[in-house]
């Protein structure tokens, strides 16, 4: 199964735009990078996916190279309610198996 | 309002005993899973199901038992063959086909003693 890789921590000035990196240089060509943040104690919470197009919504963007070995997740206007684990996840195949790495701890800070 | 619920948000059971976690869904949601979380760790699949009356393990199902009756309901015990129970576990649903994102409960933590 393919792997995922993130930094463990990042810091984010309230108001500035924070770039998550995610390196997945084993992605198989039918998996999906989705990613999911969870506040400490709580369910974890869908923020996007993409395939290999970049994609945008309410919450944030995700930049997926061309390659697809790598993705970014970005969260134009940080605020403090952002703090949370990031997690960067490949979608395995029709099973519908989430693999999970750890995930990065972001901290937004006034 | 639609949503997947876990019950109860704290648990805790002397060891050797058995207990039971309830997962509880309202979003005709054919798939559900069941996932643990150490701390500082990431989720690892315990068991999964994607119809009723069939379920797969998942990478660490040893200790674990589901059954999966209805589509609205998929409970984990959590038995005393389980050496490290004490664990933060988290049930998620998604629909079984497509690419959609897997929704959450609020998880319920257990401790044992």
């Known amino acids: 199964d393919a792997k995922t890789t993130q930094p463990p921590s990042m810091d984010c000035a309230e108001g500035r735009a924070a770039n998550l990196p995610c390196n997945h240089s084993?992605?198989?060509?039918?998996?999906?990078v989705y990613w999911y943040r969870q506040i400490h104690s709580q369910g974890p919470q869908y923020i996007i996916h993409?395939?290999?197009?970049?994609e945008t919504n309410e919450m944030a963007s995700l930049i997926i190279t061309e390659d697809r070995k790598s993705s970014t997740l970005i969260l134009p206007h940080a605020t403090l309610r952002d703090t949370a684990v990031y997690y960067c996840?490949?979608?395995?195949?029709?099973?519908?198996?989430?693999?999970w790495g750890l995930g990065t701890s972001l901290a937004v800070n006034p | 309002d639609g949503g997947i619920t876990q019950s109860p948000k704290y648990l805790f059971r002397k060891e050797g005993q058995n207990v039971t976690l309830s997962c509880e869904q309202n979003?005709?949601?054919?798939?559900m899973y069941w996932y643990r979380q150490d701390p500082g760790q990431g989720l690892r699949l315990i068991y999964y199901?994607?119809?009723?009356?069939?379920?797969q393990k998942g990478d660490i199902a040893e200790g674990y038992s589901v059954s999966r009756e209805k589509k609205e309901s998929f409970p984990l015990t959590v038995t005393s063959a389980q050496k490290n129970p004490t664990a933060f576990y988290l049930c998620?649903?998604?629909?079984?086909?497509?690419?959609?994102?897997?929704?959450f409960g609020q998880g319920t933590r257990l401790t044992v003693v």
């Open positions: 998620a649903s998604s629909p079984r086909t497509g690419n959609t994102e897997a929704f």
């Open positions: 979003l005709n949601h054919d798939a």
């Open positions: 199901s994607q119809i009723v009356n069939d379920f």
């Open positions: 084993t992605i198989s060509g039918n998996e999906y």
């Open positions: 993409g395939l290999k197009n970049n």
């Open positions: 996840v490949l979608h395995a195949g029709n099973n519908r198996k989430l693999i």
